[in-house]
């Protein structure tokens, strides 16, 4: 909800307190003001012009000379693209010295070669958002009324002198999606009263009964309906700060008549409906349900096939709405229009949620419907309507309406104690002081002793209980006025788990070693739910998902992680590596919960490091991915434990992908992202990993074993290996180290080499083999007699053999 601190004001009086101060007391309230926003911030030097004169520019097909008169005597000349500026229009023109939007300050110029002395402004370059805009000045200039005068502040005639507060409101909160619904909240939080808007207006000597009649059928879908009729309005342009006012509350202007509908939806929270009554077909108003497969044309032009759940306003045979969500392309309000038949309701809440959710049509009336309404104000609204009417539109108000009222909500009255309210909250308030908070509220307050009856307004449909009663006396009263006291109990000093310390141990390495945690969601689509998984289950859907996109629980991290490498990369950034912690959800069976594994996944993407005043680079490769591994298998004491393979894994480049076994069990995988998904995705070279972290932490971690430095020598020997290519390195390394046994005390690859001069289908891999016994110096004799064994066990093996 957008609520105008200036519109505001004609509500509540509000001096002597600025608008921050009062989004601060209403966040202290228990509804949260998400942001104050300055209208006019960073904009000045705009002011009203009158355009004296329009010709063609000599030498630009698309440009204007104008001379406009700004309020300081001479004239000035303007060159201006706008296709619709005139000669007679009053516009809002940024004189030099100005400053618009962005820090566009205003200079005098030429452009192609004739002088000019400020911009005539549209109101987009003002800062409106287009959507906004009405539609006759959308691609143009924004023209002002003829009663304005040249020099005047274009900005305070544009109301954004204002300042916007958003609040951010839960669904209970319906109350307050109106301009006096908030005027409520703040009169209580401010102890001052609510000035309600004066309805009175003339009838002439027609009665609306004379005109239509109204008939529900559907009794439980819309137990109250009032139809109005003014006759002879002259279809216009609103008063420019009713436009202003419903821009502010981020809607787009029309024309007088649809602009006081929605005008009067945000004062009174109650939504309206004009119809063109020479178009709607008849004198009868019929709200029945929809007949399955009736079809009609809503006002965005499109048709709409119904359902026999959906309630309908008809003419007593066709539909000319969708009841509490958009009216029909027939009957709408046009500039010919010349009598108006004004719809007031209360519509059933879900009936018009239906509606809205089958046809994907969500309005701001369909929003207030399906929180619920305040059934005292549907008379008061339509007499507010038809007071602006009247006034602005130059109409004749018949007397009465056209009403069936077959019920209306009884208010709820909620008896609570003095003690009860003292003993939940902690304080010691008074029965007065709690009767005066309620009364500040609208809400009528009998008290017998401490006993209290509370009788609660029907706007307030979230107040049924007395714990609700409780909240509205401490929100009021202050929530910082709540004494705080310490628990009188004796505590034990907690610890982290195991678990929790590993998990801890885990965050901080892979921030240390250059990633970002990310957090994302755990819900996604059925295309995504299986992608690099490690183990693969069949899937947990849920019941009612908000969309496909979130529609089964995840069983890997890398998809969700990916799209967060593709968005950052996306915002000019030419590095990202990030990881994450979380669950994936594996199916036990088709009547039980989802078995829960915590997953540790990570994506590098771009250069890894650049070093550019020493002009050193160094690529992302598998190796350094593996290294990052490495060193969390060294941190959690579990490098003896675990193996890479070779493998092949759906969406992963297929010669730069290993999986990783613990203990001789898959515990993860590791890779290159396949081209083809790195093209999809629009990502440089990509490597991923991800590991069941707690099989990782269920590992015993290994003792830590010290050697003593060595006295004797060492002798090192550097064999080159001719192996088939599909012969994986890895497991040469450990032929050559059991063979090697205790004398031989490291073995290493340190070279890889398939170039020019090598048969094809073969590699050479180079392997540094150290010899040692640390408690006397080995002869050569020892040394090639283990050596001859380590050729033989390869060469039998692999077929190796030595590259001459």
Known sequence: ??????????????????????????????????????????????????????????????????????????????????????????????????????????????????????????????????????????????????????????????????????????????????????????????????????????????????????????????????????????????????????????????????????????????????????????????????????????????????????????????????????????????????????????????????????????????????????????????????????????????????????????????????????????????????????????????????????TVPTRRGDITLEEDIIEEVARIYGYDNIPSTLPLFRSNPGRLSDYQANRRKVRAYMEGAGLLQAITYSLTSKEKALQYALKETELTHLSLPMSEERSVLRQSLLPHLLEVLKHNLSRQMNQAAVYETGSVFLTKGRDEQPLEKEHLAGAITGLWEEHSWQGEKKALDFFVIKGILDGLFEKLGATEKVEYKQAKRDGLHPGRTAEIYLNGQLAGITGQLHPTVQKDLDLPETYVFELMLEDLFSAEAEEIRYSVIPRFPSITRDIALVVNKEVPAGEILNVIKETGGKLLSEAAIFDLYEGERMEDGKKSVAFSLIYLDPERTLTDEEVTKTHEKVLEAVSGQFGAVLRG
Not at 157 to 163: I, K, R, V, Y
Not at 260 to 283: C, M, W
């Open 1 to 454: 909800m957008f609520v105008s601190y200036k519109w505001l004001k004609d509500y509540v009086d509000l001096n002597g307190i600025t608008a921050e101060e009062l989004a601060e007391k209403i966040t202290r309230s228990g509804i949260e003001v998400e942001a104050v926003e300055v209208l006019n911030e960073g904009i000045s030097g705009v002011v009203i012009g009158h355009v004296l004169e329009k010709e063609q520019h000599p030498d630009a097909d698309k440009l204007n000379k104008c001379q406009v008169d700004i309020g300081q005597g001479e004239p000035v000349q303007i060159i201006c693209g706008a296709p619709n500026v005139d000669k007679g229009q009053k516009v809002a023109v940024a004189s030099v010295g100005a400053v618009l939007p962005g820090n566009f300050k205003i200079k005098r110029a030429k452009l192609r070669g004739e002088e000019s002395n400020g911009m005539i402004c549209s109101l987009q370059e003002l800062g409106i958002e287009g959507k906004l805009v009405p539609k006759e000045f959308a691609e143009g200039i924004f023209v002002f009324p003829d009663d304005v005068k040249p020099g005047e502040n274009a900005l305070d005639l544009l109301n954004l002198d204002d300042q916007v507060l958003e609040l951010g409101l839960t669904p209970n909160r319906s109350d307050a999606l109106s301009m006096i619904g908030v005027a409520y909240e703040v009169a209580a939080l401010l102890d001052r009263e609510v000035i309600l808007p004066e309805t009175s207006y003339e009838t002439g000597s027609d009665r609306a009964s004379d005109y239509v009649n109204v008939t529900i059928e559907a009794k439980d879908a819309n137990p109250h309906y009032l139809a109005a009729v003014v006759r002879n309005v002259k279809i216009a342009p609103s008063p420019l700060w009713m436009q202003t006012r419903l821009m502010a509350a981020g809607i787009r202007p029309h024309n007088n008549v649809v602009d006081i509908t929605n005008f009067v939806l945000l004062e009174y929270g109650q939504p309206l409906h004009a119809f063109d009554y020479d178009r709607f077909g008849s004198k009868e108003v019929v709200v029945r349900m929809a007949k399955q497969g009736e079809k009609f044309v809503t006002l965005d032009e499109k048709e709409r096939v119904l359902k026999e759940d959906q309630l309908v306003i008809t003419n007593g045979t066709e539909p000319v709405a969708l009841a509490g969500v958009m009216g029909g392309a027939d009957s709408e309000v046009k500039n010919d229009t010349v009598n108006i038949l004004l719809e007031s309701a209360y519509f059933d809440g879900q009936t018009v949620r239906r509606a809205s959710k089958d046809h994907g049509l969500r309005s701001e009336a369909s929003a207030r419907f399906e929180k619920g309404v305040a059934p005292e104000r549907i008379e008061a609204a339509a007499q507010r309507a038809i007071q602006l009417m009247v006034q602005y539109a130059g109409g004749e108000a018949c007397e009465g309406f056209a009403e069936v009222k077959l019920h209306s909500p009884e208010p709820k009255v909620i008896s609570i104690s003095q003690e009860k309210i003292n003993s939940v909250l902690g304080m010691d308030i008074s029965v007065q002081d709690i009767t005066v908070i309620l009364g500040k509220l609208g809400f009528e307050v009998q008290a017998e002793g401490a006993e209290l009856s509370v």
